[in-house]
């Protein structure tokens, strides 16, 4: 799986590399230039949350298997990754530590 980072992070933190010479100020200029260059890729941040004891979004709070009218259809969405509504990724490790955290 690829790392993304964002090109504008990437050439601050070029930036901020001390130069303590023209030539080290050249190569950090075309450092950013490289980067500047590169094609952006398509990505969306991953948005994490989780679903409550109501089987409801913690981020939206919508109850995915309203939405789905799967009640009716026995469709059970309980383990999902992700929510269709708000497509928050669910069981990230992110919201677990900030709830261990939180406890
Ligand atoms: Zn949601």
């Known amino acids: 799986m690829s790392d993304y980072i964002s090109k504008n992070d990437a050439m601050q933190a070029i930036f901020?590399?001390?130069c303590h010479s023209d030539e080290h100020i050249a190569i950090r200029e075309?450092?950013?230039a490289a980067i500047d260059c590169m094609p952006a890729a398509d990505v969306a941040p991953v948005v994490p949350a989780r679903w409550d004891e109501?089987?409801?979004c913690s981020k939206c709070g919508s109850d995915?298997?309203?939405?789905?009218?799967a009640y009716q259809s026995g469709l059970d969405l309980s383990e999902a990754n992700y929510c269709p509504n708000c497509g928050a990724?669910?069981?990230?490790p992110l919201v677990e530590r900030e709830e261990q955290a939180n406890d």
């Open 30 to 32: 075309e450092a950013m």
């Open 54 to 56: 109501d089987g409801c």
């Open 16 to 18: 901020n590399v001390d």
């Open 64 to 69: 995915p298997a309203m939405l789905l009218n």
């Open 89 to 92: 990724r669910m069981g990230c």
